[in-house]
């Protein structure tokens, strides 16, 4: 009879830990950003008159001329057969506010945001540029959210915590 009790917390965990995963990734996700190709910002928090790289990774769904748009830069278009260009961030940026930088290739279209970081760059430096695109899970580029984290942690705790309690609680009143 214990050996049911000790499976069935078990098996109340695992439930637990696989409803709560799904969540972790969800608030990073945003279903506007499925591309058939993957596009990143580098650096993504810059100073105002700074360069950024615009890096993309065609994957066979982009095909021709990719454009590349922003609120903080002139518009950058990425021939075919290419995978970077680069983008001079306009002196008159606001420091501190995001800008949505949109990659637009084939009928399909995704974006991504660009810090401005507080100070202005001394002198317009290129950024090197890196080997592959840095692309996370279902195209989004962002990293763990603690806050995040730290709930599903308390939930999975919780969860078996409480499945420990009820067995331990079932098992003293059967023991009486």
């Not at 075919?80 to 001079?88: F, K, N, R, V």
Request: with cysteine; proline share 5%.
């Amino acid at each position: 009879m214990r050996a049911i009790r000790v499976a069935s917390a078990a098996l109340l965990g695992v439930t637990a830990l696989t409803f709560t995963a799904p969540a972790a990734f969800a608030g990073d996700r945003d279903d506007h950003n499925i591309t058939p190709f993957a596009f990143s910002v580098q650096p993504s928090t810059i100073a105002a008159g700074g360069q950024v790289s615009l890096l993309l990774k065609r994957d066979g769904g982009c095909r021709g001329n990719a454009t590349v748009t922003s609120g903080v830069f002139d518009t950058v278009t990425i021939p075919p057969g290419q995978s970077s260009a680069t983008a001079m961030v306009d002196w008159d940026a606001r420091p501190g506010a995001v800008y949505d930088v949109t990659f637009s290739c084939g009928g399909a279209s995704g974006s991504t945001g660009l810090t401005i970081a507080s100070g202005r760059s001394s002198s317009p430096t290129p950024v090197p540029l890196q080997r592959g695109v840095r692309a996370g899970v279902g195209g989004s580029v962002g990293g763990f959210d603690l806050k995040e984290i730290g709930m599903g942690a308390a939930l999975i705790t919780g969860s078996v915590g409480a499945a420990w309690y009820m067995t331990r609680r079932r098992s003293a009143s059967d023991d009486s």
